[in-house]
């Protein structure tokens, strides 16, 4: 005797739900405003230091205070030798090598040279959920787009849709959302659209594909066999 479990996986497909939020502007396919003056998360503005973000510093001459990695710590502050604890945060690193340079003369090095290069910039990020296979907050610096950010994820997991991929943004204080399906940026039939720091992606899942996928598991447990409808999995 077989038992048809079909357990409503017709209805099983999410979709995003984007209307919750009375300051939220949903777009469908459509690019999101960039980022303003102000929002903290223009890639082309200077950048300044933030809590988590890793350094990289060299004095010019002194090997033993060359090319050592410093992170910033989550108060904004560093520690260098000779030139003790430095608040850092919301400064940008050309600032920082001048403070260096006033800290290792106070401590009777003569004509420091210094340079500071930010090697992760951990506190201007953009962050990556839902079914893709490493989530988690990325830094950013330079251009991203979302299939680059895919790709920084390791890619969807088997449980994504890749037509419900939304990205969060919020512009001089207004929340906006859109939808994007990945598959159709892939073959160009919609534009891959940028990503910006402070950005949301969220990537959607397929209820019914996991119901279906905990049902093969299970059925060696079973005495009858299972036989699922697989034309109603989304």
């Not at 469908?28 to 223009?42: F, R, V």
């Amino acid at each position: 005797m077989a038992v048809i479990l079909v357990a409503g996986l017709a209805g099983c497909a999410t979709t995003p739900r984007l209307g919750g939020d009375g300051n939220l502007q949903v777009f469908s396919g459509a690019s999101l405003p960039a980022p303003k003056e102000g929002d903290n998360a223009l890639a082309s503005k200077p950048y300044n230091l933030g809590p988590f973000d890793l350094l990289v510093i060299d004095v010019f001459g002194m090997p033993e205070l060359s090319n050592r990695e410093v992170r910033v710590d989550e108060t904004g502050m560093i520690s260098f030798p000779l030139a003790g604890a430095i608040k850092v945060s919301g400064k940008p690193a050309r600032d920082v090598e001048w403070q260096l340079v006033e800290a290792l003369r106070a401590n009777h090095v003569r004509n420091p040279k210094v340079t500071v290069q930010v090697k992760e910039a951990k506190s201007q990020a953009f962050t990556i959920e839902g079914e893709v296979k490493q989530p988690g907050i990325y830094p950013f610096s330079g251009r991203v787009s979302l299939l680059q950010a895919m790709a920084l994820s390791k890619g969807v997991t088997e449980f994504a849709k890749l037509d419900d991929v939304v990205i969060f943004r919020t512009v001089g204080g207004q929340k906006y959302a859109a939808l994007y399906n990945l598959k159709a940026i892939r073959h160009g039939q919609q534009p891959d659209p940028e990503i910006y720091a402070n950005d949301l992606v969220m990537v959607g899942d397929s209820s019914g594909r996991k119901l279906f996928k905990d049902l093969v598991t299970v059925t060696p447990l079973l005495t009858v066999p299972i036989i699922i409808l697989d034309k109603l999995i989304p």
